[in-house]
């Protein structure tokens, strides 16, 4: 049976489980360890499961959500926690040529830049989905401060936004906001109390929030959308900056559809509102 050859003194260095810990954190745990080709197997199986579940539209799915995101969060502990493993089994490795401070640095730096680009700036285009918290009350009772919603960013690329869409778009003024679409190109629209009529016949609409006494705001004068044009409002109709006072929004500012809330947490974790669906299909 043969047994590891341990490296010799001249070439050989001493890994330390607080620093593989620091290093794993830190993005660089497992070149810290001496194993750069597990930081790139790493790498690659974590674009794997996103792009697949991007690809898939599994992301945007409330039952697929929940278990596609336990895998990321396991991905990504993992080159935090075997790299502790591997220095408190094997202290004593080889030198690298890549061990260095500055690679270190170097690969924090791209790696930390990747990371921003995929995830978070680019995530609605890379991954077709993004994550939106309401700060407001102006969408009450479906949704409340505190819940933050999955919006899928490539719903509209096929398909043109309907009516009651709860979408995410950006002003002018690069203001995001979340409101439900009343109104569609060529719609003529008018509201008197609490009833929207919309091309001559009222609209039910049981989401709303109960009008609250002796405030105004609820009305709309007739108006016709053009050919780009949609009419936005908030379900809270008496707390709700939406086209009543911006006018109507067009399709190039919308971000996409609000599919259902992810977390919740309104004076505490809201169980109960996970996985609720915003939309119909």
């Known amino acids: 049976m043969s047994s590891a050859v341990e490296p010799s003194e001249a070439n050989s260095r001493r890994l330390h489980p607080v620093l593989a810990f620091f290093a794993g954190v830190l993005g660089f745990g497992y070149v810290y360890a001496g194993k750069i080709k597990l930081a790139f197997a790493y790498i690659a199986t974590l674009a794997f499961v996103l792009l697949v579940a991007a690809w898939t539209r599994w992301i945007v799915d409330p039952l697929a959500w929940y278990p596609i995101m336990l895998v990321v969060v396991a991905i990504v502990l993992v080159p935090i926690v075997h790299p502790v493993v591997i220095a408190w089994g094997r202290p004593t490795v080889v030198r690298n040529r890549y061990n260095r401070w500055w690679f270190y640095l170097l690969w924090v730096v791209g790696f930390a830049a990747v990371s921003e680009t995929v995830s978070v700036t680019n995530r609605a285009t890379t991954l077709g989905y993004d994550i939106f918290r309401l700060p407001s009350g102006s ?20 398909v043109p936004p309907a009516f009651a869409d709860v979408v995410v778009y950006r002003s002018d003024d ?4 979340l409101k439900r679409i009343v109104g569609l190109p060529g719609d003529t629209l008018e509201m008197s109390g609490r009833v929207l009529v ?31 044009e949609y009419f936005v409002l908030g379900d809270n109709r008496d707390n709700s900056q939406d086209s009543r006072y911006t006018g109507p929004i067009r399709g190039a500012e919308i971000v996409g559809r609000g599919e259902f809330i992810a977390l919740s947490f309104s004076g505490g974790v809201q169980w109960g509102r996970f996985r609720t669906r915003l939309a119909a299909d």
């Open 139 to 158: 969408m009450e009772p479906t949704l409340v401060p505190g819940d933050w919603i999955v919006v899928d960013s490539w719903r509209y690329f096929s």
């Open 174 to 177: 690069e203001i995001t906001y």
């Open 198 to 228: 919309r091309n001559g016949s009222p609209v039910d609409e049981p989401y709303i929030h109960e009008p609250l006494p002796g405030l105004p705001g609820r009305g709309i004068a007739p108006v016709t959308l053009g050919p780009d």
